[in-house]
């Protein structure tokens, strides 16, 4: 009977982390995202096609090969499910600024059949001020975007790349 009430919890605690964590990565699932941000949004990352891009300036941009490990594709993955990405607006340019040569955001997610695509034109350099007036949405959104970017800009790929020449004024 002790057996028995033990397997029986047991069974209930499998459960309970299977429907508690149904929705976190599943290395089977169609997850794959376009990160483009920096001046223009002429940087970023494609795991659709396992690519970086590097702005260069003056020298337009280059592209190489890159692929996120499964441990950065799961902590990304579950960071989006934790902030519900889908459920975002699709235009995170609410708020006044008042900036020149804007950083452009753009992320194109796919987890399963459903897409999304997320705008945000922001200041480079966010003053306490601005940061402030973010709403959860942007502050999560940011978070998510530096999280991302600290990921390219570590990896061997990235730092391989020519320098950039010149700058934005």
């Known amino acids: 009977a ?4 033990i397997l029986l919890a ?4 499998f459960i309970n982390f299977r429907v508690n964590y149904k929705n976190y990565y599943d290395p089977f699932i ?4 376009r990160l483009d941000f920096g001046a223009y949004g002429r940087s970023g990352i494609n795991t659709f096609n396992n690519t970086i891009t590097k702005d260069l300036v003056l020298e ?11 441990r950065q594709r799961m902590i990304i993955y579950n960071k989006m499910v934790d902030m519900d990405i889908m459920s975002y607006s699709s235009d995170l340019n609410y708020g006044v600024y008042d900036f020149i040569h804007p950083e452009n ?32 949405e942007q502050t999560e959104f940011l978070e998510l ?4 970017r600290r990921i390219v800009y570590k990896s061997k790929e990235y730092r391989n790349l020519p320098k950039h020449s010149g700058g934005y004024l």
């Not at 047991?10 to 605690?13: E, S, Y």
């Open 60 to 70: 337009g941009n280059v592209v190489t090969g890159f692929s996120l490990t499964e």
């Open 2 to 5: 002790v057996a028995v009430a």
């Open 30 to 33: 169609d997850f794959e995202f």
């Open 105 to 136: 955001l753009a992320l194109n997610v796919r987890i399963g059949a459903e897409d999304k695509t997320i705008y945000w034109s922001t200041p480079w350099d966010f003053s306490k001020e601005d940061i402030d007036k973010l709403s959860e």
């Open 145 to 148: 975007v530096n999280y991302i």
């Open 10 to 13: 047991l069974v209930g605690v």
